[in-house]
């Protein structure tokens, strides 16, 4: 019995946080009406609920069942007697009715951590309403149209792509290359839908700073074709590029004190000092930005950057390159970890740093010749990346990313020299 009598008591106080909630919003959106349910009525359903959950154990196994079922159908008769007076039937306040149920069902099976995180994220959703409202009014048809699209190369194409290697070298992993098109779509998508949600210099800005946890690269390429597809947001599109690069150096860190602190130790001044050109370029943006940034109006009449054969082409080419490090490492074999670094920087850091960081920690190689390494890969890799700003960025953008990375490249170059 003390199990129950806690389960009830957890189960009416998360069923009141909902009512209150319920009930304040209702007073604040109908002032001077009562609340159709409030904390008690709430607290109620959670205690029915679990105990509910308790005849279910220890009477008849389906009673659990036919409690819900029973308030399913009072709430809907409920909602059908007030749809025939007022417009709004309430809809919400009946789904988080049965959502109070089922947590008086989770508390009292010994999920009151699960029930808790669960009434918290309710309690969120509901306070967004207005937010909400406001964003969804935001995003035309086409927008609703195109996170679908994004929504099926993710969830459906993704887990069907083959996760092995194929053709010469075992360079092609369909679900690498597919994996890739995702990150390039998704990037310039959720840029998009960043901006439309707070504005184009924080929203852009956001983008380019998860961007860079994700790839670099990606990054640059997606906010290079939205620097085109949206006039006016060259500046801000630089500014992402150059903070995605800026995360890449800490990922970069990251990974090599996980595996290996010798080959961080040398590399991690140098990582500081790669760092300063971005750092600078990004207090200098926002102080511009300060005096006087693009309106946030306009990205209400731009189209949505979202376009799935430029992602596919940067696939291919990556491809391709993977086949080229393979090429390379098979050719030059030991001799060349220099070239394979080198290679290695025009698709993937990630991979070379970790290999190289391993190779150092498992004695096979000097810390010093990994640490240059990866800083090759890392100058290489920031030369693709002014490239790609060059050649598909807006005029605005071109000359920004150009100036970081090219000092990034020298400063990379030097490092390699002297580490």
């Given at each position: 019995m003390?199990?129950?009598l ?8 998360l069923g009141a946080l909902?009512?209150?909630e ?9 002032p001077?009406?009562e609340?159709?349910?409030g904390?008690?009525?709430f ?5 029915m609920?679990?105990l ?11 009673f ?7 308030m ?5 008769l409920?909602l ?10 309430g809809l ?5 009715g ?5 947590l ?7 999920y ?8 918290i994220?309710?309690l969120l ?5 207005q937010w909400?409202?406001a964003?969804?009014?935001r ?5 609703v ?9 993710t969830?459906?194409?993704?887990p ?5 290697p194929?053709g010469p070298?075992?360079?092609?992993n ?15 998508f ?7 949600a ?9 983008t ?8 670099s690269?990606a ?5 290079s074709r939205?620097?085109r ?5 060259g ?11 800026g ?5 970069i ?9 010798p ?30 940034h ?17 992602a ?6 990556y491809?391709?390159i993977v086949l080229l ?30 290999s190289l960081?391993?190779?150092?920690r498992d004695g ?9 390494a990866?800083?090759i890969?890392?100058?290489?890799n ?8 060059i050649t ?20 990379a ?7």
């Amino acid at each position: 019995m003390p199990e129950l009598l806690q389960a009830l008591v957890t189960s009416a106080a998360l069923g009141a946080l909902l009512g209150l909630e319920r009930q304040w919003s209702w007073e604040r959106e109908s002032p001077g009406e009562e609340a159709v349910a409030g904390v008690r009525t709430f607290a109620l359903w959670a205690i029915m609920g679990t105990l509910c959950a308790w005849f279910g154990r220890e009477v008849q196994p389906a009673f659990f069942l036919a409690g819900f079922a029973a308030m399913t159908v009072f709430l809907a008769l409920s909602l059908r007697h007030k749809a025939a007076r007022e417009r709004d039937v309430g809809l919400t306040t009946s789904a988080v009715g049965l959502a109070t149920y089922l947590l008086g069902g989770l508390v009292f099976h010994g999920y009151s951590k699960v029930a808790t995180i669960i009434t918290i994220s309710i309690l969120l959703l509901l306070a967004s309403k207005q937010w909400l409202h406001a964003l969804s009014r935001r995003f035309s048809a086409t927008d609703v149209y195109q996170a679908l699209q994004f929504a099926a190369i993710t969830g459906i194409i993704l887990p069907l792509v083959p996760d092995r290697p194929l053709g010469p070298y075992g360079a092609f992993n369909p679900f690498t290359i597919w994996l890739m098109v995702v990150f390039v779509s998704g990037l310039g998508f959720f840029g998009y839908v960043a901006m439309r949600a707070f504005g184009e210099g924080r929203g852009i800005a956001f983008t380019g700073l998860l961007g860079g946890i994700a790839s670099s690269t990606a990054t640059t390429l997606a906010m290079s074709r939205q620097s085109r597809a949206i006039p006016g947001t060259g500046r801000l599109c630089a500014l992402a590029v150059v903070l995605a690069c800026g995360v890449m150096l800490v990922r970069i860190a990251v990974l090599v004190g996980a595996v290996s602190m010798p080959t961080l130790e040398l590399l991690a001044p140098w990582l500081v000092l790669l760092a300063v050109p971005a750092l600078l370029f990004a207090a200098w943006s926002w102080r511009q930005f300060g005096r006087g940034h693009p309106p946030d109006g306009a990205a209400r009449e731009v189209r949505n950057p979202l376009s799935l054969p430029v992602a596919i082409q940067f696939a291919v080419l990556y491809a391709l390159i993977v086949l080229l490090v393979r090429w390379a490492n098979d050719v030059f074999g030991g001799a060349g970890l220099y070239w394979a670094s080198f290679f290695s920087g025009l698709t993937d850091l990630d991979a070379i740093t970790l290999s190289l960081s391993q190779l150092a920690r498992d004695g096979k190689i000097p810390p010093d010749e990994a640490a240059r390494a990866v800083l090759i890969a890392g100058a290489v890799n920031s030369l693709l990346k002014a490239a790609l700003a060059i050649t598909l960025g807006d005029r605005t953008m071109r000359r920004p990313v150009a100036l970081v990375l090219g000092c990034t490249v020298i400063l990379a170059g030097a490092a390699a020299w002297l580490v």
